[in-house]
């Protein structure tokens, strides 16, 4: 057996890099506490004020299929994240069925 890579965290505690992560919980927040990771990476600034983040990531890929690009554009300014948006740090790729 090919020994495993070790283990490291994008953010301490909270998320691990190059791992797929699912947020689930009815009713929501889902979306703030995703994009919230985001501006934590992009900024390298720690989630929530907690939970630091090691290295400050130059991009983020963020797919969300259930969502047209108005609500999308609306969560981002929720969470003051439109300047990271418009300099094109977070890449946003929206699904219409």
């Known amino acids: 057996m090919t020994e495993a890579p ?9 998320f691990l890099q190059g791992g797929v992560t699912m947020i689930g919980a ?7 506490v995703a994009l919230s990771m985001a501006k934590a990476l992009l900024e390298g600034k720690p989630l929530f004020g907690h939970f630091h983040t090691p290295r400050k990531s130059d ?4 797919l969300i299929p259930e969502s ?5 554009a609306a969560r981002l ?6 300047g990271l948006y418009r ?3 977070v890449l ?3 699904l219409v069925a």
Do not use: E, M, W
């Not at 070790?6 to 909270?14: K, Y």
């Not at 047209?68 to 999308?72: A, E, N, Q, T």
């Open 26 to 32: 009815l009713p929501g927040h889902k979306t703030l």
């Open 92 to 94: 946003s790729h929206v």
């Open 87 to 89: 300099r094109q740090t």
């Open 59 to 62: 991009r983020i890929l963020y």
């Open 68 to 72: 047209s690009l108005s609500p999308f």
């Open 6 to 14: 070790t283990i490291t965290l994008a953010i301490n505690g909270f």
């Open 77 to 82: 300014k929720d969470i003051q994240t439109c």
